[in-house]
């Protein structure tokens, strides 16, 4: 069902190299992109395929399950066609870096920072790459798999839970 939906059918036509999955969930497609393409990608998306909304960038930590360790989703929709397309590009731990998109949707300026506050990937050639929700001086990323529970140089919490 997936390859039949017309961003995808266009995607595989440009970008045929570039396109690494195409999947569906209930109704849902996401297309998983080489994370060298992704701005060019989006771009044809949105001057192309009119998705001229990115709703939401945001990042899954995949630490000890799969390669890529990261995976950085974009959500996106065109109001025209009243359509949704899920975007994924993999980004390795060893490298954690990609493009921003914010030059191609200024709404992802702030989720891309918010991504990089909370898990640690880089976005190259972003306009204000900075601290979004943590203190400047926060050591680490806290929604990595990899980060203490209590957060760094905390004692553990010894009171009630609830």
């Not at 939906?5 to 045929?16: M, Q, S, T, Y």
């Not at 990261?70 to 996106?76: E, S, T």
């Not at 493009?99 to 300026?109: E, G, I, L, P, R």
């Not at 943590?134 to 203490?148: E, S």
Request: hydrophobic share 35%; aromatic share 10%; net charge neutral.
């Amino acid at each position: 069902m997936a390859e039949n939906n017309r961003a995808v059918i266009k995607l595989k036509e440009k970008f045929a190299a570039s396109i690494l999955d195409v999947r569906e969930f209930r109704g849902e497609v996401t297309v998983t992109v080489a994370r060298e393409k992704v701005v060019d990608i989006c771009r044809f998306l949105k001057e192309s395929l009119q998705y001229n909304l990115c709703t939401d960038v945001t990042a899954v930590d995949y630490l000890g399950k799969q390669e890529p360790r990261f995976m950085v989703v974009y959500n996106l929709y065109s109001i025209p066609n009243k359509d949704r397309l899920r975007l994924k590009a993999g980004v390795p731990d060893a490298d954690c870096s990609i493009d921003t998109v914010s030059c191609v949707w200024n709404s992802a300026n702030w989720l891309e920072r918010e991504v990089y506050d909370l898990m640690g990937v880089q976005f190259n050639n972003h306009p204000d790459l900075r601290r979004i929700l943590m203190t400047d001086d926060w050591v680490g990323h806290p929604l990595r798999k990899d980060y203490p529970l209590q957060g760094p140089d905390r004692e553990p919490y010894k009171g009630r839970l609830s």
